[in-house]
């Protein structure tokens, strides 16, 4: 029996392991471009860093029940809601490539433009109407290009789900 158990174990581990190695540069550069971290050099990002191994560590404590689901899909989603509970405790960006965006408007084009996740889960994940989603997207690109002024930067009063 414990033999069994252990060898369930050691492939859980290894499975678990083969998904880390083919997804976690990717997903580092998720949790950096959320965090507003600078890329270069490496270990430049550390919230970006807490926050993935945070996810990880959840998606390997719900690896036995994902039965089909895509742990990079749950790890991606835990790495949302991280940095939104962490939005409420707001840390000032630290001059990454999407500084001059809103934490929200970093989330929703991470998600839409990075991630490639459709409008409708973005929406889904994020508690908002596709409609807000497509619209904020539209300004946080506007915003990138130049041709739209940065808006506010959030303080602790303020939710990804609330509308500005």
Request: hydrophobic share 40%; glycine share 8%; with cysteine.
């Amino acid at each position: 029996m414990r033999e069994r158990q252990a060898g369930r174990e050691r492939r859980r581990a290894q499975e678990f392991e083969a998904f880390v190695a083919g997804a976690a540069g990717r997903l580092l550069h998720t949790a950096t471009l959320l965090t507003a971290e600078p890329l270069r050099p490496p270990g430049a990002n550390p919230r970006a860093q807490r926050m993935l191994m945070a996810a990880l560590a959840r998606t390997y404590a719900q690896w036995g029940r994902l039965q089909g689901e895509d742990p990079y899909d749950r790890t991606r989603q835990e790495l949302a809601v991280r940095f939104a509970h962490e939005v409420r405790r707001h840390h000032r960006p630290h001059g990454g490539p999407l500084d001059r965006l809103t934490p929200q408007e970093r989330l929703v084009l991470v998600l839409r433009l990075y991630e490639g996740v459709a409008e409708e889960q973005a929406a889904a994940l994020l508690g908002l109407p596709v409609e807000r989603i497509r619209a904020i997207c539209n300004r946080s690109v506007a915003t990138m290009r130049g041709t739209r002024r940065p808006t506010a930067r959030w303080g602790p009063q303020r939710s990804l789900g609330a509308a500005p």
